[in-house]
């Protein structure tokens, strides 16, 4: 069903600078992204890792946002899980082999990430798609160019210096992007995920409705090809343009989300020279985790 590649695709644009959440085996060329137009997209189910990097263009940088997404094609369902960035884990490698998740990213990209991910969750990933600040202040603003409605109290209007109001607000790229970056709070970054997870969605109905008229359809090869060039991703533009008008039709009936670590699975810690980490219940997560997506 090569119109669940696309419509996994336009998730991943929204997803990927703001969360988010499983992802793949490649071959021998698995770290070339651009030249990968003539993959074979199966109907199977897959699964995509989705990182959003505390980046506006420097070399290295650590991964503000990481969100596992797998889509059921024969349900039509979707589900993301967002895992906190200071969940403290086991990082595979010649480096510190405990850390927060977001220092694999740093160490050693997509790749390390990857194997941390499925050495701690038991989860392989299919695809990756890669953002930064300045990717994603443009690609809330390609898919939402009317704004994004958002309720924000006077804390957060502070802490960002966001341009608004007390109360419901439509806000733009560069604004929404500190929206759902802050974590000054009572809920630290757990009402953050709850903020990247509120966005993607409002950002994926936005884009379906965007999309949904003749003059949509038209304009979204050029769209595609331009949200691609905010990204680095590993699914080919060939592949997206050849399958892009029929995305409108198969967009998925239900998105579910979950965040690691989950309830009651963890503790507060701190470490020399780490900081502040969330230290889990490792058996828990991994079986919460594969559960949520076995299904």
Known sequence: MKEKVLYIYLVIMILAGC???PLPKQNGNAGTEKNL???RIHDSVKTFLLIGVDSRGEKKSRSDA????RYFPEQGKLKLASIMRDSYVKIPGDHP???KINAAYYYGGKELLKKTIHENFGVQVDHVAVIDFHGFVKMVDLLAPEGVVVDVDQKIIDDMSIQASIGKNVLHGEEILKYVRFRHDD??????VDRQQEILLQLKNGFINQISSF????????MIEQGLSYLDTDIGLKTILEMGPKAVFHAPDTVETMRIPVEGSFKDEEYPEIGA????DDTKNK???QEFFSN
């Open 19 to 21: 969360t988010y959440a």
């Open 37 to 39: 137009t003539n993959e």
């Open 66 to 69: 990481i969100m596992l997404a």
């Open 97 to 99: 082999r405990y850390n």
């Open 187 to 192: 809920e630290s970054d757990f009402g953050r």
């Open 215 to 222: 003059e949509g359809v038209v304009a979204l090869p050029s």
């Open 277 to 280: 980490v969330l230290e889990m």
């Open 287 to 289: 079986k919460a985790l």
